[in-house]
């Protein structure tokens, strides 16, 4: 299996991975801050604000008809959030042009329109134009909302920010609802000159190119050349260390309720633990966290959902960089000490050694399934690695898979009697027990 050829000068990355898997070339850009209480709205934002439009193609729609001359390249942003690094991230597939007459070049056009998206958005005066700006606003309104409107999402958000209280860690990826009045074209322009001048920069580049070095070396002068040009310092900047685990603390959990009009209650339990991605201890970790409630044979979901008929849902998920395992459940409010009571037995069993062979066995295979087929998509492919990145030591898929298939019970037990329980978020409904 193919690894990524890494280079880097200051606070630019490119990593590269040739392969011929795949009948397109993707250019993924992950640009990388420390998250803040001032900034996390307007970082936020940015990476949408950068595709409504630039000099040259001054609407979204002239942005969307340029990809669809560059044979229906695909072009898109977002932002994204690990740990306390907000990651703003902008998307580029062009077509393989071997594969295609007259497509030469495409990945070179494909590169420049996203650098232009990046480094040259349409200003007026001194700020954004203003009617993309208040576009923007609206929209990014509607996408905090909609988290709300989710409320398996939200009451994870919740429990996490209650987890986290006070930590960079706790805030939200999206920013909050009520920064966005005081959103201006101008603060805005000001935040994305900032980003630009601080931003650690992560390319990732996946296909069928040939020599990494070279293309390595290309990227890395248009991307440092583009942020030179528009006029922003740093590009020598050092890069930032790794992330840190959330240190494990003693005492009794912190217990939440929030009171919504809500007919299925969400209970959510944050364990942790103290093992980051680049622990050794990681990979059982992982597989840990697999038989406690990540897949359908899980204790979680055989006993809380199954047998007892508490949960609508019951899983659990480990936070790779913070080094958190997060237990979500939706169950009927009425049912809300039981499911506690029958979801810290579980944690309990796993740490007293209870494991069957068949839930080994079945978690390490299904954990390496999970892995093989994020082969097929290249920007899971492109997050798993930058997970190892930001955490300090990148595994190789292969080596990772491997890792997971030598866990042993022993190992298991081990890392389960890491996880101490830190907090306890019940969101009920608002005629429901309001017991914690």
């Not at 000068?9 to 803040?36: E, M, N, W, Y």
């Not at 986290?164 to 000159?193: C, I, S």
């Not at 295979?365 to 899971?380: E, K, T």
């Not at 492919?381 to 955490?391: Q, R």
Request: negative net charge; proline residues 5%.
């Amino acid at each position: 299996m193919a690894t990524f050829h890494t280079v880097h000068q200051g606070r630019f990355h490119v990593h590269t991975l040739p392969t011929d898997q795949f009948r397109t070339r993707h250019l993924v850009a992950k640009l990388v801050t420390p998250i803040s209480r001032p900034s996390v709205t307007p970082t936020a934002l940015l990476p949408y604000l950068w595709l409504e439009g630039t000099r040259s193609y001054p609407s979204a729609l002239a942005i969307t008809r340029r990809t669809d001359d560059l044979f229906g390249a695909v072009l898109r942003s977002g932002i994204g959030k690990r740990a306390d690094r907000h990651i703003a991230e902008v998307y580029l597939s062009v077509p393989e042009e071997g594969r295609l007459e007259g497509a030469a070049g495409v990945f070179e056009e494909g590169l420049r329109l996203m650098l232009e998206a990046v480094t040259d958005p349409l200003v007026e005066g001194d700020g954004f134009a203003k009617g993309h700006v208040e576009r923007e606003r609206g929209l990014h309104r509607r996408r905090i909302e909609s988290v709300f409107d989710d409320k398996i999402a939200w009451a994870m958000e919740r429990a996490l920010a209650e987890a986290l209280a006070g930590l960079p860690e706790g805030l939200p990826r999206l920013g909050y609802a009520e920064d966005l009045d005081a959103v201006t074209p101008d603060g805005l322009y000001a935040a994305h000159r900032r980003f630009l001048q601080e931003a650690e920069v992560h390319l990732y580049a996946i296909g069928a190119f040939g020599d990494p070095s070279a293309l390595a070396e290309r990227l890395l002068t248009a991307w440092s050349s583009a942020i030179r040009q528009a006029g922003v310092d740093g590009a020598d900047r050092s890069a930032s260390g790794p992330v840190e685990p959330v240190p494990v603390r003693g005492g009794e959990p912190k217990r939440v309720v929030d009171a919504q009009p809500v007919q299925q209650g969400k209970l959510n339990l944050v364990y942790r633990t103290g093992i980051p991605y680049r622990a050794d201890e990681y990979p059982a970790l992982l597989v840990a966290n697999g038989i406690l409630g990540g897949f359908p044979h899980s204790k979680l979901f055989q006993n809380v959902r199954e047998k007892a008929s508490l949960a609508y849902y019951a899983s659990s998920r480990v936070d790779a960089l913070s080094g958190l395992v997060l237990i979500q459940t939706g169950i009927d409010p009425v049912h809300r000490d039981r499911a506690e009571a029958i979801i810290v037995e579980q944690v309990r069993a796993l740490q007293q050694g209870e494991v069957t062979d068949d839930e080994l066995s079945f978690t390490k295979r299904g954990l390496v399934n999970q892995y093989r087929q994020s082969l097929d998509v290249p920007a899971a492919v492109a997050d798993i690695h930058f997970g190892g990145v930001l955490a300090g030591r990148v595994r190789a898929m292969d080596e990772l898979m491997d890792a997971i298939l030598a866990v042993e019970r022993q190992d298991v037990v081990a890392a389960a009697n890491r996880l101490q329980l830190d907090t306890v978020y019940f969101l009920r409904g608002e005629e429901g027990n309001a017991n914690a």
